[in-house]
């Protein structure tokens, strides 16, 4: 008998790492005598495990229009379940537009590098990496949606800068004369248009606020005007 321990089962570092075990000897005589030793194992980390994205896939949100840059985005984070070294993780782009978006490899932050223009394009999607530091190294990737949020950057167009119409001159009041329609590239309550009247028609005309449609508020008489 020589005493070697042997491991009956596989051991994980990452649950457990190390135990204590007792060990006794006795010899043979008789009476039987005994001594007893405690071995201490530690378990040795082996890289295992690849990095996990806490909470991929991402969303974050930056305004069209900014002026100052490399300005923040988002925040990657991934988590290593190994020991150091081997759980030291660097990041990187894997795919995305390099001239608009970087991504910090040490801290996972993700900036922007110039001007947005949600008119252009509303969202962007690009895919972080994450790399370990063991040998072989491990990675993972998350995914990052960025919406471009709105400004108000856009003035309201009508869709004809002229418009003409033709009403009876016995039509009654609030009888409909035309409906005025414009347009407006912004998005939410920036795009949202409200309709009035400038001129010195009010005493004839009125527009509903909402939907751009031009009534009378009166009888007109041909004759007069």
């Known amino acids: 008998h020589t005493g070697q321990l042997y491991i009956q089962k596989h051991l994980d570092y990452e649950r457990k790492k190390s135990y204590n075990v007792s060990v006794l000897v006795e010899d043979l005589g008789d009476p039987p005598r005994s001594d007893s030793a405690i071995v201490s194992i530690s378990v040795t980390d082996v890289n295992d495990n690849a990095p996990v994205f806490i909470d991929s896939p991402y969303v974050a949100y930056v305004r069209e229009n900014l002026e100052t840059f490399p300005v923040h985005v988002a925040q990657v984070s991934a988590r290593d379940e190994d020991s150091a070294p081997n759980s030291v993780i660097s990041y990187s782009m894997l795919t995305g537009d390099r ?6 490899s040490t801290t996972g932050e993700i900036e922007a590098l110039r001007t947005l ?44 800068q002229t418009y003409q119409a033709v009403i009876s001159e016995n039509a009654p009041p609030s009888s409909p004369v035309l409906t005025v329609q414009a347009s407006d590239a912004d998005a939410g309550i920036n795009a949202q248009l409200r309709y009035s009247l400038s001129d010195d028609g009010n005493s004839y005309f009125t527009v509903v606020p909402e939907t751009g449609v031009i009534k009378t508020t009166t009888n007109l008489d041909r004759e007069v005007r």
């Open 117 to 160: 223009n949600r008119e252009e394009r509303e969202q962007y999607s690009i895919t972080v990496r994450a790399m370990d530091s063991g040998s072989p190294r491990l990675s993972s990737t998350g995914t990052i949606l960025i919406r471009v949020e709105d400004v108000n950057d856009n003035t309201p167009i009508f869709q004809h």
């Open 99 to 104: 001239s608009l978006f970087k991504v910090n």
